[in-house]
């Protein structure tokens, strides 16, 4: 398939699937809430090396590093929407808000959250 077909392809999926979600009512606010709200081709990995690798690959100033099960399972106690939240607004002066990713919806960073802690806690 030439490229130009494949991406007239997806846009018009794209549109199918937002249809049907609207159209069937079936799914749940959350489901709509995070088509929306997901920056247009974010990728978590991609982000992540972009903005959090510099502090999270080494542990600099002692943050939880990537890959390293210990380090996020203890982070984890506090329960996921705890640590999105600190993503968001910071935590203790030493990880900066929005990991200083300023472009990052709160879905985008609450997706990265995810990310690392899938990469990094595997059972
Ligand atoms: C300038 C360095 C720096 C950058 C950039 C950074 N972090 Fe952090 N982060 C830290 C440090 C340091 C801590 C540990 C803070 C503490 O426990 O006192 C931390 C802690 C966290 C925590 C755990 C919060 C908690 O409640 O224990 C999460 C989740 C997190 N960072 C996510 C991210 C994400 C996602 C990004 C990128 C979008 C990011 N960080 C970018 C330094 C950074």
């Known amino acids: 398939m030439k490229l130009k077909n494949v ?3 997806g846009i018009a999926l794209s549109g199918l699937v ?3 979600v609207l159209a069937s ?3 749940s606010a ?3 809430l995070t088509l929306a709200q997901l920056t247009e081709g974010f990728d978590p990995a991609r982000t992540y090396t972009q903005s959090c690798g510099a502090c999270h690959n ?3 100033a002692g943050a939880p590093r990537m890959g390293n099960a210990e380090d996020w399972s ?3 106690e506090k329960g996921f929407d705890v640590l999105v939240e600190h993503t968001i607004s910071g935590f203790n002066n030493v990880m900066p808000p929005k990991g200083m ?3 990052c919806s709160d879905d985008d960073l609450k997706a990265m959250v995810q990310y690392i802690l899938d990469e ?3 059972e």
Do not use: P, Y
């Open 120 to 122: 990094s806690i595997k």
């Open 25 to 27: 009512g079936s799914a």
């Open 74 to 76: 203890a982070r984890l």
């Open 18 to 20: 937002l249809a049907s």
């Open 58 to 60: 080494s542990g600099a």
């Open 101 to 103: 990713c300023f472009t």
């Open 7 to 9: 991406v007239k392809t």
């Open 30 to 32: 959350g489901q709509t």
